[in-house]
């Protein structure tokens, strides 16, 4: 029974993630390349709370690294800082990091960072810093309905850092985040705004039509070098018309055996999903 109804659920997961196999995520990246987008691989994981198996992940990212290049994959990585010791600690977090990067620096990759709830926020924002000082193939993504993330995004401007922009996926509390849309939306392009002033190789993470057409009148004025990013499974008409008005855009590929937190994020950020997930459980 158990198994059946894992079966159901990776059924809807699968409009969202490669796949449970590294091939899985490979296929796709190379589907997305053949049609001009670039991929973002990321090995789903987060939370993990044992020093082994934030090792054996830290090892299958760098197998995922030499895979890429080996294949000449369009696509750079993007790691969760919990699934590689954040939540166990600091210096194991680090040490996992370093190799990554060490590694993708070897080797010509890119490395994002992604950002996860709110009591891991600081400690990523810091963390990045540091890693900015040493590497310059590490981007961090930063969540628009923190009320904090102004002063986030111009400290790391002012390193020269690398930002993906995105809404923010967590349910957290009103003291830290804004929580109606419309103020998430204005912060969102008020940052974004920032971003085009003075960054470069920045990404903006959206599936927001008003706000990507934002971008691309920005992007006429201030000329910067970013990207659109967006999520596999999401608007894959938008990334294609992105693609053929001349946008860099690259699509985020998760992928692995652990899809249950990052798909009920997907379920739960757009209701029409909710009719997908019981239409599906329905025929079975
Ligand atoms: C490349 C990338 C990386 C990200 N990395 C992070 C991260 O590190 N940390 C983090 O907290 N969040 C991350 N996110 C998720 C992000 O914070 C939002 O939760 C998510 O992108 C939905 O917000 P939106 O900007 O698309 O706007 P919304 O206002 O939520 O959606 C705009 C439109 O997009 C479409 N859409 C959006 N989501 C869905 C969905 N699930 N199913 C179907 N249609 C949908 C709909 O047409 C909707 O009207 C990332 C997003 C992207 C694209």
Known sequence: MASLWTGLLLRIAKHWIAGETCEDAFARAQQSNALGIHG???L????ITS???????TDKILEILETIKAR?????????????????DQSLFRDNLSKILDKAKSLGAFVWVDMEGSPFTAQIVDSYLEFRKRYDNIGVAIQAYLRRSEGDVNRILDLGGAIRLCKGAYNES???VYKRRN????????LMRIMFERGKGFAIATHDEKLIEEA???SNVHHADFEFEMLMGIRDKKKLELFQRGYRVSEYIPFGKSWWAYSMRRIREHKSNIFL???SLVSG
């Open 51 to 57: 020093r082994e198996e934030t090792t054996a992940a």
């Open 72 to 88: 000449r994959i369009e696509s750079c990585i993007s790691v969760k800082p919990s699934q590689l010791g954040l939540a166990i």
């Open 216 to 218: 691309t009148n920005l």
């Open 277 to 279: 997930l019981a239409r």
């Open 44 to 47: 789903l994981g987060e939370e």
């Open 183 to 190: 103020q998430i939306d204005e912060n969102f392009s008020k």
């Open 40 to 42: 973002i691989i990321n």
């Open 174 to 176: 009103p003291e830290i």
